[in-house]
Each structure stands twice: as structure tokens, then as C-alpha cells.
């Protein structure tokens, strides 16, 4: 019969093999899937995998996807190593979203470049939201996960309230919606007749600041040294407190822009629809990509794909919108799953 057996120390190979076989054992539900739904198993995996990809227009679509999805979770993955667990990512998108978009509207008719100022105040606005967990957790330790929860939902009612009251636009034949943007509060775009913009420079240089921080410098060091072993971090001197606080504040103003690019990029103007789940699907990525920018780099791309695939899957296949969903989760349990190996091997011992 089949026994796990303790490794004498934790496998390096599977740390990086198990998503990638996490993603193999995904695919192959997913075509099982596809066959119980009565599809054609290569055609949705073509959806999935070949049509977000196929060509120029394709790939844009795709790094436009995947521009928030590693922004959050870049500042996800210095948390959690900081066993910091900020679960409402989502709320922080949104008041970014509403923080540039409220600066977005009040510059409306200004002659000069106002996307740079609309990024900020998008990027204060999610940091601001996050530091109202940190305050509750450093003075009266309340729980983050529970915390930073909750305050999603209150983000999207004021987005609601927003959008459907006094940010209205008095011309949208009264649909829940603002204005338009000016021209000058939009994110310009890498390429003419494409969506991809500006964010995703911002994004990839992201990524490397993370690497640097966590890997080159000491204060990453102390993140790090605090989340993997506490009294050890107080032993040395780190600060807990400042640890927490940076976790959250570098989560919520890295959340805050991804909100801020969202509604100054693709969209440009605020909806109630500018909650899509990035700030939930962002904690997949960054433990997919085990919370290294190099591996959250391309595990953006991967739920990026999975977004695109959802789409095309409903208008192609007539598949519902949850499939989206439906992949994301067969990721992480998957990924669950198979990070047993890299405690664990698996032995055949007679009975």
C-alpha cells in the first residue's frame, strides 16, 4: 500500500516541481470536466491555453490581465513571509479604484497630464484602507484575516453608494456608472491599438524592488527572519510592530494602484463592476509562484490565462461564468495537495 514517509529535510525540487504538476493535474481534471459538460475536451483546453496567446492583440489582453494580478500579489507574498495575512486585498483594490477616480473626476477639463496624480491617490487610498487593519491588529490585536475580510464588503457598499448616488453620471441614461475620464487622466498605452499600458512597467519594476527588498536588503531580511521564526526576530531585535505595518501598508498601497490602473486604464471611469476578484485570485498567484516575484511573475500570466480562458468559454463554448472560478480552485487544491511531497515522499509498502 501506498504510505507518505517524512522527509529528512524539505525536497528544493518539488518546492518549485509541485506547481508545476499542481497545473498538470489541473488540466487534466479540467478536460474531464469539459467531457461531463458534453464539450469537446481540446477545444476547451484551446480556449484556455492557445487563444490568449495566439497573437499580438491576444497577448495584450493577457498582460493587461495579468498587470494586477501581480501587483497584489507582490505585496501579498512580503506579507505572508512576514506571517502577516492580509486576506482583503480586494477591499484595498477597490478604494484605490475610488480614491483615483474621485481625484480623476475633481481634475476633469485640466491641461496637463493628470494620470501620474490619479495613480497616487489611488495608491494612498489602498494604503490607507490597509492601515485601518494594521491600527486594529497593533492596538487591540485583532485578527488581519478577519479584519481585512470584512472591510471588503464595506469597501464595495461605498463603491455602491458611490456609483448609483452622488458620483452618478447625470448623462449615462441612468446607469450605475461615472463619467468618462478625461483623456489626460488615462494611463497611456505601450502600444498604439492595444490596451496593455503603462501599469505593466510599473508592475515588472514591482517585481524587481520585492526581489531586491526581500533578498538584498535588511530589512527584508527581518520580514522574513520575523515570519519563519518570531522569537528569533525579537531575539535580534526586529520589530514586530514595524514588520506588521510594512506588510500592510506595502500590500494595501500596491492593491490601491492595481484599483487606481484598472479604472484610469481598460475601463476608465468607475463602475460597480470594478470588483472582479484580483484581490482573491492574487492570493493564488502568490503562493503558486511561492511567494517569489521571478515565480509570481509567471504565475500571473497562468490566472491571467484562466481569466481570458473563462471569457472565451462562455461566449464559444456556452460554458457558465464560474468556470473561471472553477480552474481557480482546482489550482490551489491541487497545489495543497502536491505540496505534501515536498515534506513527504511516497512509499509502496507491502500490507
Not at 477591499?91 to 497630464?113: D, E, N, R, T, Y
Request: charge should be positive; hydrophobic fraction near 55%.
Amino acid at each position: 500500500m501506498l504510505q507518505l514517509e517524512r522527509r529528512p529535510q524539505p525536497s528544493v525540487h518539488w518546492r518549485w516541481g509541485s506547481p508545476l504538476l499542481a497545473l498538470a493535474i489541473t488540466v487534466g481534471v479540467g478536460m474531464v470536466l469539459f467531457a461531463a459538460l458534453g464539450k469537446d475536451p481540446l477545444a476547451g483546453l484551446r480556449v484556455f491555453f492557445w487563444e490568449p496567446v495566439r497573437d499580438l492583440r491576444a497577448l495584450s489582453e493577457l498582460l493587461l490581465k495579468a498587470t494586477p494580478l501581480l501587483l497584489i500579489a507582490l505585496g501579498l507574498a512580503i506579507g505572508f513571509r512576514s506571517n502577516v495575512w492580509n486576506i482583503g486585498a480586494e477591499g484595498q483594490f477597490v478604494l484605490g479604484a475610488v480614491c483615483a477616480s474621485g481625484v480623476a473626476l475633481a481634475l476633469q477639463g485640466a491641461a496637463w497630464a493628470t494620470w501620474p496624480v490619479v495613480l497616487l491617490a489611488g495608491t494612498l487610498g489602498g494604503l490607507a484602507w490597509a492601515c485601518i487593519t494594521a491600527w486594529l491588529r497593533d492596538r487591540f490585536n485583532a485578527n488581519e484575516i478577519l479584519v481585512s475580510l470584512m472591510l471588503v464588503y464595506v469597501a464595495v457598499q461605498l463603491l455602491h453608494y458611490l456609483v448609483y448616488g452622488p458620483w452618478k453620471d447625470p448623462l449615462g441614461f441612468n446607469f450605475p456608472q461615472t463619467q468618462r475620464f478625461d483623456a489626460a487622466a488615462q494611463v497611456p498605452r505601450l502600444v498604439p491599438g492595444l490596451r496593455v499600458h503603462l501599469g505593466l512597467v510599473l508592475a515588472l519594476l514591482a517585481a524587481l524592488a520585492t526581489w531586491v527588498f526581500l533578498f538584498r536588503t535588511r530589512a527584508g531580511f527581518a520580514q522574513q527572519v520575523g515570519g519563519l521564526a518570531p522569537l528569533a526576530a525579537r531575539y535580534a531585535g526586529f520589530s514586530a510592530r514595524a514588520a506588521l505595518w510594512l506588510a500592510m501598508g506595502v500590500t494595501g498601497a500596491l492593491a490601491g494602484l492595481a484599483g487606481a490602473l484598472e479604472v484610469a486604464g481598460p475601463v476608465g471611469q468607475l463602475t460597480p463592476h470594478v470588483p472582479v476578484g484580483y484581490g482573491f485570485a492574487a492570493i493564488i498567484v502568490a503562493f503558486v509562484g511561492r511567494l517569489h516575484p521571478a515565480g509570481i511573475v509567471g504565475a500571473a500570466l497562468l490566472m491571467s490565462m484562466f481569466y481570458l480562458g473563462g471569457e472565451l468559454a462562455q461566449s464559444r463554448l456556452g460554458l457558465p461564468k464560474s468556470i473561471t472560478g472553477v480552474f481557480q480552485g482546482l489550482l490551489l487544491f491541487a497545489l495543497l495537495g502536491c505540496d505534501t511531497l515536498i515534506q513527504y515522499r511516497i512509499r509502496w509498502r507491502r500490507a
